[in-house]
T-cell receptor
Framework: QKEVEQNSGPLSVPEGAIASLNCTYSDRVSQSFFWYRQYSGKSPELIMSIYSNGDKEDGRFTAQLNKASQYVSLLIRDSQPSDSATYLCAVSPGNNRKLIWGLGTSLAVNP | DAGVTQSPTHLIKTRGQHVTLRCSPISGHKSVSWYQQVLGQGPQFIFQYYEKEERGRGNFPDRFSARQFPNYSSELNVNALLLGDSALYLC??????????????FGDGTRLSIL
């Protein structure tokens, strides 16, 4: 089992719809969770961080964390074509250990 | 404030050569991490440095080495380049990796092509 797993996609949604991206992790002691967006040929850009169970909202983005089930998700409301990118989930196990990265989910928002 | 800066942006080398990539972290950040990203995959961890000391090393051969300078900038060196080293090399900085809630911020990367 990979430490951080994401569906590779592509996930295709129409413009204006809600895009739902999921990430599961294997290390139960993981403490911090990050979502990055990466456009083709560009570097990852931090869009959300979440540390405690529940929802965290920032504009059109909502991160959801469920430590008991070991998953973290990212919802994008009112999806725009400019949201088309690869979304990377990164998990910090704590204890000075390095970030663990998923392979990313490709999202395509169709006009 | 300037973000993470990397140089060069693009580099073309041939097999067997060596390369040095450079990174300057965000002002005030003391930790630098290096990643290799090949097309279609997530970043693969190479090294992490904090206060000029190596804090972590990924599963890369000894051809890969790095160091961090007193001003917290960093260099990644790769010797005896192979075709498989062709990738986007990313540098990320954070304030202190001891705190797990510290996100990493990436530079624009160096695109390395091996011919």
């Amino acid at each position: 089992q990979k430490e951080v797993e994401q569906n590779s996609g592509p996930l295709s949604v129409p413009e204006g719809a809600i895009a739902s991206l999921n990430c599961t992790y294997s290390d139960r002691v993981s403490q911090s969770f990050f979502w990055y967006r990466q456009y083709s040929g560009k570097s990852p850009e931090l869009i959300m961080s979440i540390y405690s169970n529940g929802d965290k909202e920032d504009g059109r983005f909502t991160a959801q964390l469920n430590k008991a089930s070991q998953y973290v998700s990212l919802l994008i409301r009112d999806s725009q074509p400019s949201d088309s990118a690869t979304y990377l989930c990164a998990v910090s196990p704590g204890n000075n250990r390095k970030l663990i990265w998923g392979l990313g989910t490709s999202l395509a928002v169709n006009p | 404030d300037a973000g993470v800066t990397q140089s060069p942006t693009h580099l073309i080398k041939t097999r067997g050569q060596h390369v040095t990539l450079r990174c300057s972290p965000i002002s005030g950040h003391k930790s630098v991490s290096w990643y290799q990203q090949v097309l279609g995959q997530g970043p693969q961890f190479i090294f992490q440095y904090y206060e000029k000391e190596e804090r972590g090393r990924g599963n890369f051969p000894d051809r890969f080495s790095a160091r961090q300078f007193p001003n917290y900038s960093s260099e990644l060196n790769v010797n005896a380049l192979l075709l498989g080293d062709s990738a986007l090399y990313l540098c990320a900085s954070s304030f202190d990796p001891s705190y797990s809630n510290q996100p990493q911020h990436f530079g624009d990367g160096t695109r390395l092509s091996i011919l």
